[in-house]
C-alpha cells in the first residue's frame, strides 16, 4: 500500500485560499489516480475531486467547479488541491486517497480507493 500524509490545511477567512498537499510514498506514485475527499462534522466523507495517474483527467463536485483545482507532480509524489473563494461550509477534515490501476481514468467513489491519509483540518470562518 503506498502510505499518504496531507498537509496545508489551517483556519482561513471566507474568501480566502489554501492549498492542501498530499505526499505518497512506498509505491510507484505514477500507478496512483488520486482523490481529495472531505468531511464535515455529523456528515459523510463526500468527494471533492479526483485526478487520473498522468493527471491528464479530472473531476470536481458540481458545488465546487471553478473554485478548487487538483493538480499532480509525480516527480514529487505528490498531489495537490488548491481551494480558492473559500466559504464557511468548505470547513471539514480534508483527505487524499489513492487508487492502483492501470488505467487512465478518475474515481470518484469511497469504495474504489484502497490508501487514505490521516487528513487535514480547513476551518473557514465567517
Known amino acids: 500500500q503506498v502510505q499518504l500524509v496531507e498537509s496545508g490545511g489551517g483556519l482561513v477567512q471566507a474568501g480566502g485560499s489554501l492549498r492542501?498537499?498530499?505526499v505518497a510514498s512506498g509505491r510507484t506514485f505514477s500507478n496512483y489516480a488520486m482523490?481529495?475527499?472531505?468531511?464535515?462534522?455529523?456528515?459523510?466523507?463526500?468527494?471533492?475531486?479526483?485526478?487520473?495517474?498522468?493527471?491528464?483527467?479530472t473531476h470536481y463536485a458540481d458545488s465546487l467547479k471553478g473554485r478548487f483545482t487538483i493538480s499532480r507532480d509525480n516527480a514529487k509524489n505528490t498531489v495537490y488541491l488548491q481551494m480558492n473563494s473559500l466559504k464557511p461550509e468548505d470547513t471539514a477534515?480534508?483527505?487524499c486517497a489513492a487508487k492502483l490501476t492501470g488505467s487512465r481514468t478518475y474515481y470518484t467513489e469511497r469504495y474504489e480507493y484502497t490508501s487514505w491519509g490521516r487528513g487535514t483540518q480547513v476551518t473557514v470562518s465567517s
Open 20 to 22: 492542501l498537499s498530499c
Open 35 to 57: 482523490g481529495w475527499f472531505r468531511q464535515a462534522p455529523g456528515k459523510e466523507r463526500e468527494s471533492v475531486c479526483a485526478i487520473s495517474r498522468g493527471g491528464g483527467s
Open 93 to 95: 477534515i480534508y483527505y
